[in-house]
């Protein structure tokens, strides 16, 4: 009877104690840890919120019979340069520091560096990932 009521009383603190504190850890873990999105991904959803309206949702500058300077076809810049995609040029290009193509127009283009830091409310610091974020979305759409 001794036995049985120490056998009882090591359930209960299993059940009251301890299996509380796991299913407490495994749902707490499981409900913080936000499925993280990769570069890709997030490069993604910032061009279809930055370059969306100007580029067209693939990038094909399908909408840009509706501007008055035709943007560029984004699929096709590694075609314009031989297979390489320039990751510095397409940033400089994105953050404002570099003039664009002669075929591009004057800077119609947003100077995205400053929007960000802006409108996405980040610091320096995160200003060129966001823009490696989108060069990472870009390199996926080339043709």
Not at 15 to 26: C, E
Not at 101 to 117: C, K, L, N, Q, V
Not at 119 to 128: I, K, L, Q, R, T
Not at 135 to 141: A, G, P, R, V
Request: glycine letters at 8%.
């Amino acid at each position: 009877m001794k036995n049985l009521t120490a056998i009882r009383k090591k359930i209960r603190w299993l059940l009251v104690g301890v299996f509380p504190f796991f299913f407490l850890l495994l749902v707490n873990s499981c409900g913080n840890s936000e499925v993280q999105k990769s570069d890709v991904e997030l490069g993604h959803d910032l061009y279809i919120a930055y370059c969306n309206f100007c580029h067209g949702k693939y990038g094909d500058a399908s909408v840009g019979d509706l501007l008055k300077v035709k943007p560029p076809d984004l699929t096709l810049i590694s075609k314009r340069r031989n297979g390489v995609f320039p990751d510095d040029e397409i940033y400089k290009i994105i953050d404002g520091q570099e003039a664009l193509e002669a075929g591009h127009g004057s800077r119609d283009m947003p100077i995205w560096g400053e929007t960000f830091a802006n409108s996405e409310n980040v610091d320096e610091v995160m200003v060129p990932k966001k823009i490696y974020q989108i060069i990472e979305y870009l390199k996926t759409i080339q043709r």
